[in-house]
């Protein structure tokens, strides 16, 4: 019975992680959908001009929690495009004129300057947006001097300090800055937002998938211990009944003995 309930366990979260599984599969695929949604970026990166990177999205990776504040840091260029030098970028942009591909925004991957190291953020205090992004230099250029805290008044608080940052990002993705404040419910997620989405749940499906097939090794493994055990239970029970019915043949043998001797 131990080795039964094990192996119905087994097959409980089995069943378990392949409800997460497809669950999983098909969030990958709608933000992956999403992200295909034609617009004048997709198009001019699609028209594969020399020197353009791709999405600005695909090349900046964000520390887990701080998605919707890097975004925001961002603001439009979340969703531009990446050129390698500033010349590639004032072709991409002729491109995006001579074809009509709708407003388009490019960012240029190199600094010329590089970029600043940032220092390590006090857990108590604001981080700086670069010190939570692996981005190209360029983009980490424009993330200078913006902060992240965890909630409007302390970004209130910090922003009117005298010595305030440029601009002071909440986690949610309100902007508080000397004199653009932005923020509210119901924004559409950027494609940022989206890359960092779907790059999780294919981080996690992948783990989901190693854990069934480990799952499935073990129910194969179960099943074949509790196979063995039923099958020694059996010759053990033929066994017995072997040594039962030779008793019986031997007490019959003794009885009729006992009843010539009469």
Same mark, same amino acid.
């Given at each position: 019975?131990?080795?039964?309930?094990?192996?119905?366990?087994?097959?409980?979260?089995?069943?378990?992680?392949?409800?997460?599984?497809?669950?999983?599969?098909?969030?990958?695929?709608?933000?992956?959908?999403?992200?295909?949604?034609?617009?004048?970026?997709?198009?001019?990166?699609?028209?594969?001009?020399?020197?353009?990177?791709?999405?600005?999205?695909?090349?900046?990776?964000?520390?887990?929690?701080?998605?919707?504040?890097?975004?925001?840091?961002?603001?439009?260029?979340?969703?531009?495009?990446?050129?390698?030098?500033?010349?590639?970028?004032?072709?991409?942009?002729?491109?995006?004129?001579?074809?009509?591909?709708?407003?388009?925004?490019?960012?240029?991957?190199?600094?010329?300057?590089?970029? =600043?190291? &940032?220092?390590?953020? !006090?857990?108590?205090?604001? *981080?700086?947006? %670069?010190?939570?992004? @692996? +981005? $190209?230099?360029? #983009?980490?250029?424009?993330?200078? =001097?913006? &902060?992240?805290?965890? !909630?409007?008044?302390?970004? *209130?608080?910090? %922003?009117?300090?005298? @010595? +305030? $940052?440029?601009? #002071?990002?909440?986690?949610?993705? =309100?902007? &508080?800055?000397?004199?653009?404040?932005?923020?509210?419910?119901?924004?559409?997620?950027?494609?940022?937002?989206?890359?960092?989405?779907?790059?999780?749940?294919?981080?996690?499906?992948?783990?989901?998938?190693?854990?069934?097939?480990?799952?499935?090794?073990?129910?194969?493994?179960?099943?074949?211990?509790?196979?063995?055990?039923?099958?020694?239970?059996?010759?053990?029970?033929?066994?017995?009944?072997?040594?039962?019915?030779?008793?019986?043949?031997?007490?019959?043998?003794?009885?009729?003995?006992?009843?010539?001797?009469?």
């Amino acid at each position: 019975a131990t080795e039964e309930q094990a192996i119905e366990a087994v097959r409980e979260e089995l069943h378990a992680k392949e409800r997460e599984r497809d669950a999983l599969a098909a969030r990958e695929q709608a933000l992956a959908s999403a992200l295909d949604q034609r617009d004048g970026s997709s198009d001019l990166v699609a028209a594969g001009l020399p020197g353009i990177r791709g999405l600005l999205a695909e090349h900046v990776h964000v520390r887990p929690g701080y998605e919707a504040a890097v975004a925001a840091a961002l603001g439009s260029l979340a969703d531009a495009v990446l050129a390698e030098t500033h010349d590639d970028a004032v072709a991409a942009l002729r491109r995006a004129v001579d074809d009509d591909l709708g407003r388009v925004e490019v960012v240029v991957a190199g600094s010329p300057e590089g970029s =600043d190291p &940032v220092s390590p953020a !006090d857990a108590s205090g604001p *981080v700086p947006v %670069a010190s939570v992004v @692996d +981005a $190209p230099d360029g #983009v980490r250029r424009i993330l200078a =001097d913006v &902060v992240v805290v965890d !909630d409007l008044t302390q970004a *209130v608080d910090l %922003a009117n300090g005298s @010595d +305030a $940052p440029t601009t #002071v990002i909440t986690r949610g993705g =309100d902007v &508080v800055s000397a004199h653009v404040l932005r923020g509210g419910s119901g924004a559409t997620r950027s494609k940022l937002e989206l890359v960092a989405a779907r790059e999780a749940a294919a981080t996690t499906l992948t783990d989901v998938r190693a854990r069934i097939d480990d799952l499935q090794v073990d129910l194969a493994a179960g099943r074949e211990r509790l196979r063995a055990a039923r099958e020694r239970a059996s010759v053990a029970l033929g066994g017995l009944r072997e040594a039962d019915a030779r008793l019986a043949a031997h007490a019959e043998r003794l009885s009729r003995s006992r009843t010539q001797a009469e």
